[in-house]
């Protein structure tokens, strides 16, 4: 599948560029998005020549504004549970090689949970992060509740899913939601820019230090700690690793094979 019409694939260079599309519904996600958003992801995750994906949202209003609240509405229960409606979006998270969510303008409800799925979040100066289900009688119903209670905190996570509030781009940061924080006019250049030092970097290496990050939130200390450490030594037998440790000895840039 490559004639998508939710989302605009592009690539430039060794970086994958997927834009939500539909601006005229804040970019709302329904199931045709996040059918493409699956294909595009496990495109981009088997590519031997694609290394960062980076995400954003088409117009400048809104990441996305939630999952599409006019495909839900008259659903019942029975429909929800036997279509284990949006169960797909766990198979984005499965992606391997590094992605990161560029949020400008709203990202609500499904929107932020999409944002918080990828491995780090920049936001424009104008981003707005919210779980505002309460308000629609449900709750987070894609890993809201859980990730962002774990990035920002019980006492934050709460206050937000009980309140429905949108959070600015000032305090998303200042919480540890986002990474970093650009003019909107800059998003995409200093997205794009980030996805690039990253795909430059060894392929393998960068596959594993995301797997050690991520193991950080489903493992004990201990077994985290002996996770990394078995990772750690395992790269001692790739390719990359002589070479990266050669060319810092030699005082040269390295030149990766992901071997
Ligand atoms: N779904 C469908 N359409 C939407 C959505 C949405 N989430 N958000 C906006 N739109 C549409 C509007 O209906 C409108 O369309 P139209 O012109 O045809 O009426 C268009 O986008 C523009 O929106 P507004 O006119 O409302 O723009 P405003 O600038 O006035 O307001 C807001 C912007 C504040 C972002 C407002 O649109 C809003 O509050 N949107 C809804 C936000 C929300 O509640 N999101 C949560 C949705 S529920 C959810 O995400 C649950 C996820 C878990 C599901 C998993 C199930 C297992």
């Given at each position: 599948?490559?004639?998508?019409?939710?989302?605009?694939?592009?690539?430039?260079?060794?970086?994958?560029?997927?834009?939500?599309?539909?601006?005229?519904?804040?970019?709302?996600?329904?199931?045709?998005?996040?059918?493409?958003?699956?294909?595009?992801?496990?495109?981009?995750?088997?590519?031997?020549?694609?290394?960062?994906?980076?995400?954003?949202?088409?117009?400048?209003?809104?990441?996305?504004?939630?999952?599409?609240?006019?495909?839900?509405?008259?659903q019942g229960f029975s429909d929800m549970y036997n279509a284990n409606f949006?169960a797909?979006?766990?198979?984005?998270?499965?992606?391997?090689?590094?992605?990161?969510?560029?949020?400008?303008?709203?990202?609500?409800?499904?929107?932020?949970?999409?944002?918080?799925?990828?491995?780090?979040?920049?936001?424009?100066?104008?981003?707005?992060?919210?779980?505002?289900?309460?308000?629609?009688?449900?709750?987070?119903?894609?890993?809201?509740?859980?990730?962002?209670?774990?990035?920002?905190?019980?006492?934050?996570?709460?206050?937000?899913?009980?309140?429905?509030?949108?959070?600015?781009?000032?305090?998303?940061?200042?919480?540890?939601?986002?990474?970093?924080?650009?003019?909107?006019?800059?998003?995409?250049?200093?997205?794009?820019?980030?996805?690039?030092?990253?795909?430059?970097?060894?392929?393998?290496?960068?596959?594993?230090?995301?797997?050690?990050?991520?193991?950080?939130?489903?493992?004990?200390?201990?077994?985290?700690?002996?996770?990394?450490?078995?990772?750690?030594?395992?790269?001692?037998?790739?390719?990359?690793?002589?070479?990266?440790?050669?060319?810092?000895?030699?005082?040269?840039?390295?030149?990766?094979?992901?071997?």
């Open positions: 599948m490559t004639d998508y019409s939710a989302i605009l694939v592009e690539t430039k260079g060794a970086v994958t560029l997927v834009t939500l599309n539909r601006p005229e519904a804040l970019n709302a996600l329904n199931s045709k998005v996040l059918d493409e958003l699956i294909h595009a992801f496990a495109a981009y995750d088997s590519d031997p020549s694609q290394h960062c994906l980076v995400l954003t949202g088409s117009g400048e209003k809104a990441f996305a504004a939630g999952a599409d609240i006019k495909e839900m509405q008259s949006f797909g979006w766990e198979q984005v998270t499965r992606t391997r090689k590094p992605w990161i969510a560029a949020v400008n303008g709203f990202a609500l409800g499904g929107g932020c949970e999409v944002a918080m799925m990828a491995d780090f979040i920049i936001a424009s100066d104008t981003a707005k992060f919210g779980q505002p289900e309460i308000k629609l009688g449900v709750t987070p119903g894609m890993g809201g509740s859980q990730r962002l209670t774990l990035a920002i905190g019980k006492s934050k996570a709460m206050e937000m899913c009980l309140t429905g509030r949108m959070m600015g781009a000032e305090e998303a940061e200042r919480s540890g939601l986002v990474a970093r924080v650009v003019p909107a006019a800059q998003l995409l250049e200093e997205a794009l820019k980030t996805a690039e030092t990253i795909a430059a970097m060894p392929p393998l290496a960068a596959v594993a230090n995301k797997e050690m990050v991520n193991a950080a939130f489903e493992m004990p200390l201990a077994q985290g700690i002996n996770f990394e450490r078995r990772l750690f030594h395992g790269l001692f037998g790739s390719e990359d690793q002589k070479e990266g440790m050669a060319a810092f000895v030699e005082k040269r840039p390295g030149n990766w094979t992901g071997q």
